[in-house]
């Protein structure tokens, strides 16, 4: 029960931490950026070729892996998004699933579709809670949610990057009147969401230790309803929703069915979403007549 | 009425097309110019232009984005095998057991349309969008799980394994879970994808253009106009999205009822995605280019086979580029001027 | 429960206006198709509106003024039940409208026009206008589908119908102009033409003048007194434009900080110096104050 529960927390960690750059992306760029499970999937293969041949430690391929999954981040935004500023959300859409099908095939030709077996990174012992065992990488992980949690609040909320994030988000138009860089505040939205992505790729991978080009395609899927089911654009939002959605899911393997897990972790989001068609932390829509 | 018969003349474009390309493909196909794996197309093709126009329905007159449309696709493909594989010897006439299975097939769509257009309709925008994809995923888990077999004493049902349906010994598994359908027998031809193209070009054409069709729209256009002109919204909203799931259910059938296995698997996101790709590559709203894209996006990853591993990210880097192209002024501006020159050049 | 309604009735009871008309030597007796009381609608601890009363007989033009913010839009928010209100009641034709929504609103006979112009931007003028006969119209899915002669038949009135509507403004040559494309007067024109097509008894005009110049002003003038003869309809329009308040309206009603200041007739109001105060403050006591209608010009 302890164990389920914690692991289900890990897990939730995880999609938490894709959905925050899911969630910052959506609030700032407006779109859905469907490509944002790839970039998970490359953060997770950077890490495993650091360490497999490059021989990097655990502390520098997370660093090594966030460092490529920014550049890359800002590179797609620059060339596949940025063209769209403006663009119906629909083109959009379709764009972000380009890059998403790019991003796949790429890894596929490079490192073809032949499951990697993810090294362990964290090379730590089991840990005993209470009358249950849970693996040092569910713990590693809720530690870094938390932190990067942290980290994000504080940013958002003090530095001056954050707060011009915060006004882009709230009016592109005024922000831009205000003298704020919006081309650039975007960009650092898409870095910072891509290098989430990463350490959510590694610690993903670390959990369950298969590599494949579509490894990120599932997590992100869910990781978008995380964001949603919180409320979409909100940062406690998306964390809150990341963690429930693991937690369900976790339960409902455990004690429902394993093959209908995924098809309870979406009722519940539905039910949600009747409930309080914004998400549980969303703002309300009001439209001006 | 000048209008009108301008309305008659684009719909008569597309009745009219669809038969030239009929005519063309089966020209092809008895000149034996086509390949056999661009043969075995040819129905999936017809498929997958009924899907594009089934959702051209919802994301281009509706105004609403629906991620989950195969779905619906699912639902009529698994309901026409059952009704094929049921009807077997009670309707041994081919032709005529594909007719029911298709207008079965339907029919389930659009209940499932119906129970989930309730809830999905009373949300907005990118709300909207994800429910449909997680109602989309909820029915590929469900099929995932489904066992289904026919005896003499009529269905069997299970949703944890085979054995448990208690089949009597000769009686046949029509679905198997994970592993789909199986043996099923091919009775989808060409010419019955033509003529379901050609009905779901019907309904949604006089459709859009009758007063339903106009309610539809003008929600689309500002909803809080439409309930000030007395248009009940969620009315017109769920008649476009049960019409559209119900096509999409009868292209479901036609398109499973050509293969002798059809997985669950097979009708997931990325196969909502791809008929969505048809539909904005097309136009949205416009049918004919829906027609024409589901057509060129099926067949040319199968042209582009000999680039074998790199097709996929051919494909990908050309939609990029072609959404690019056809939303970015700047760019659409700069390839225009690259064809003028070239005509200048040859006029020259 | 019941008490507390009993103890609250007694209230309004007490605070009641004693006519609904605004002028009432002119509409003493006639009934009254829209009739609202005590109306209030509150945004979180906001009161937006608070306490409207009005009476609306057939036939009778009704001006809304008020400074911006006042509320007005808010009023024809309530009226149309875009907003529900949180006091008060409506009547439509001595009916009730509890917990009727704006489609049914609308079918109940209330029409409007919106202030920032709500077209059907990708639609042409025509099928703007049979969106508006859409409720005229009773031919279902199936037939429209089928091309029966009910379909034919009533697409052939609903197009007749349409221009003879868009011939009120002279529109019927724009007819199959998509409506995003017309210019600002005359989309604000097409509106007033599809909310009459809906067959109103009452049409509410938010700020119909808006954006027009001295001469097409005084043309919608004409106009709307036209529509109103023409029709039979109750209309209350709010406007900025005095010069166009003053000249088509029988009653005025004046709203500031959400509440009914003043009701009464243009000359009325012209000289109630609360009505002055409101529109340019407290001890300005200039040369402008006999003559409100100056501040028409401000939203040229």
Not at chain 2, 34 to 45: A, D, E, K
Not at chain 2, 243 to 265: F, R
Not at chain 3, 157 to 165: G, T
């Amino acid at each position: 029960m302890v164990s389920y529960l914690i692991n289900g927390i890990s897990l939730g960690a995880v999609y938490a931490i894709i959905a925050l750059g899911y969630t910052m992306v959506y609030g700032i760029a407006k779109m859905l950026n469907f490509a944002h499970g790839d970039v998970i999937m490359v953060g997770g293969y950077m890490a495993y070729c650091s360490t497999s041949y490059m021989g990097f430690g655990p502390l520098t391929s997370v660093l090594f892996s966030m460092l490529v999954c920014t550049i890359l981040g800002i590179v797609v935004e620059k060339l596949a998004y940025k063209p769209l500023r403006g663009a119906s959300s629909l083109a959009v859409l379709i764009t972000a699933i380009g890059v998403s099908y790019f991003l796949q095939n790429a890894a596929l030709l490079i490192w073809s579709s032949n499951p990697k077996a993810f090294p362990n990174l964290f090379d730590l012992p089991q840990v005993q809670v209470g009358d249950s065992v849970v693996t040092s990488v569910a713990l590693v992980t809720i530690a870094s949610c938390i932190v990067i949690m942290l980290a994000l609040t504080f940013f958002t909320e003090k530095t001056k990057m954050g707060k011009a994030m915060r006004a882009v988000s709230e009016d592109r138009g005024a922000a831009a009147l205000m003298g704020i860089n919006v081309n650039s505040t975007i960009s650092v939205t898409f870095a910072i969401g891509s290098g989430l992505a990463a350490v959510a790729g590694v610690l993903l991978c670390s959990a369950y230790p298969t590599l494949m080009p579509t490894t990120g395609a599932m997590p992100g899927i869910k990781a978008f309803t995380a964001a949603v089911f919180g409320g979409i654009g909100s940062i406690p939002g998306a964390m809150l929703g990341g963690i429930l959605l693991g937690v369900i899911e976790i339960f409902a393997k455990a004690y429902v069915s394993t093959q209908l897990s995924d098809a309870i972790v979406f009722a519940v989001l539905i039910v949600v979403l009747i409930v309080k068609p914004t998400g549980l932390l969303g703002r309300k829509l009001t439209e001006k007549v | 009425m000048k209008k009108l018969s301008k309305h008659s003349i684009k719909g008569f474009i597309n009745y009219g097309l669809v038969i030239v390309l009929y005519i063309i493909f089966q020209i092809l196909a008895s000149a034996k110019v086509l390949t056999n794996s661009l043969q075995g197309l040819l129905v999936p093709i017809c498929a997958y232009v009924v899907m594009a126009l089934a959702l051209n329905l919802v994301v281009g007159f509706s105004g609403e984005l629906s991620l989950g449309h195969a779905g619906f696709m699912s639902v009529g493909a698994f309901t026409g095998v059952i009704i094929a594989s049921s009807l077997k010897n009670l309707v041994p006439f081919g032709p005529a057991r594909l007719i029911l299975a298709i207008a079965g097939g339907a029919v389930l769509a659009a209940i499932a349309g119906v129970l989930i257009g309730v809830p999905v309709l009373r949300l907005r925008g990118d709300y909207l969008a994800i429910v449909t994809l997680a109602f989309g995923e909820i029915i590929k888990n469900i099929m995932n799980c489904m066992y289904i077999g026919v005896d003499s004493r009529g269905l069997h049902f299970s949703i944890t394994d085979e054995a448990s349906m208690g089949l009597e010994p000769g009686g046949t598994t029509i679905i198997n879970g994970p592993m789909g359908a199986l043996g099923i027998t091919k009775i989808s031809s060409f010419l019955a994808g033509i003529i379901l193209i050609v009905i779901t070009l019907f309904i949604i054409q006089n459709l859009v253009n009758s007063r339903a069709g106009r309610a539809i729209a003008g929600i689309r256009d500002n909803r809080i106009a439409a309930e000030a002109c007395g248009i009940p919204v969620t009315k017109y909203k769920m008649m476009a999205f049960v019409t559209s799931s119900a096509l999409a259910g009868a292209a479901g059938a036609l398109y499973a009822l050509n293969y002798s296995t059809v997985v669950p698997k097979k009708f997931d996101f990325n196969t909502s995605i791809l008929i969505l790709v048809f539909v904005v590559l097309g136009g949205i709203g416009n049918l004919t280019g829906s027609i024409i894209a589901a057509i060129i996006l099926t067949v040319l990853p199968e042209v582009l086979r000999q680039f074998q591993d790199y097709r996929m990210l051919v494909y990908a880097i050309v939609l990029i580029l072609v959404m690019i192209i056809t939303n970015n002024e700047k760019a659409s501006a700069f390839i225009k001027g690259l064809f003028s020159k070239k005509a200048k050049k040859e006029a020259a | 429960m019941t008490e507390i309604k009993a103890k609250k009735k007694q209230e309004v009871k007490l605070v009641s206006v004693p006519s609904p008309y605004i002028v009432p030597e002119r509409n003493a007796g006639e009934p009254l198709v829209l009739e609202a009381t005590h109306l209030g609608i509150d945004f979180g601890g906001l009161t937006a509106v608070d306490d409207f009363n009005l009476g609306m007989s057939k036939n009778e033009i009704t001006g809304l003024i008020g400074p911006n913010g006042a509320g007005k839009t808010t009023v024809f928010n309530l009226l149309t039940k875009v907003y529900q209100q949180t006091r008060g009641t409506i009547f439509l034709g001595g009916k009730d409208t509890i917990g009727m929504s704006t489609t049914q609103m609308n079918r109940a006979g209330i029409a409007r026009t919106f202030q920032n112009i709500r077209l059907f931007d990708s639609l042409s003028v025509e099928d703007n206008v049979k969106i508006g006969l859409h409720n005229s119209i009773d031919y279902g899915m199936w037939q429209g589908v089928f091309r029966t002669p009910a379909y034919r038949k009533q697409e052939k009135q609903a197009h007749e119908k349409a221009m003879e509507l868009l011939s009120i403004f002279d529109m019927q040559d724009e007819a199959n102009v998509p409506a995003g494309s017309l210019p600002y007067g005359a989309q604000r024109r097409l509106e007033i033409v599809r909310a009459l097509a809906t067959e109103p008894k009452v049409l509410l005009l938010d700020e119909p003048a808006a954006g027009m110049n001295p001469s097409e002003t005084s043309e919608l003038m004409d106009t709307i007194s036209k529509i109103r003869d023409d029709f039979g309809i109750a209309i209350l329009l709010i406007e900025h434009d005095m010069n166009l308040v003053m000249g088509i309206c029988e009653g005025i009603v004046v709203l500031n900080f959400g509440r009914i200041i003043a009701k009464g007739t243009p000359s009325e109001i012209q000289n109630n110096p609360v009505v002055v105060e409101a529109y340019l403050g407290k001890n300005k006591e200039n040369k402008e104050e006999k003559n409100p209608g100056k501040k028409g010009g401000k939203n040229r």
